[in-house]
């Protein structure tokens, strides 16, 4: 079982900054992938970011990269979400979802799918 608690959403301005923060709790979390997904109205659940426990490598969604960026905590077993540049597309609800490792390829963790735990989201809304 792993528990994730969201944090750090709020309002901000087109070209604004925002920090995430999901705090996580567990046994056996370097055995997890992390990810960052986000729902806009009316549109489905998308894959934003992830990182592994361990090693820390990363993976993004093409429409973030280069403007949001995933790292982790191990000593505080947290993970953040850095976003910069934010557009008014990027206005959601983000959650942060835990996957067991089952795959070395980071690809099959682009989908919600193979994620077991999620948190309750939390909102990011940017103006224009």
């Known amino acids: 079982q792993v528990q994730l608690v969201e944090s750090g959403g709020g309002f901000v301005q087109a070209g604004g900054s925002l920090r995430l923060s999901c705090a996580a709790a567990?046994?056996?979390?370097?055995?997890?992938?992390m990810g960052w997904f986000r729902q806009a109205p009316g549109k489905e659940r998308e894959f934003v970011a992830g990182i592994r426990w361990t090693g820390g490598s990363t993976f993004y969604a093409d429409s973030v990269k280069g403007r949001f960026t995933i790292s982790r905590d191990n000593a505080k077993n947290t993970v953040y979400l850095q976003m910069n540049s934010l557009k008014p597309e990027d206005t959601a609800v983000y959650y942060c979802?835990?996957?067991?490792?089952?795959?070395?390829?980071?690809?099959?963790?682009?989908?919600?799918?193979?994620?077991?735990?999620w948190g309750q989201g939390t909102q990011v809304t940017v103006s224009s």
């Open positions: 979802a835990a996957a067991p490792v089952r795959y070395s390829s980071a690809s099959y963790y682009y989908r919600e799918y193979f994620y077991s735990y």
């Open positions: 567990g046994n056996n979390l370097s055995n997890y992938i």
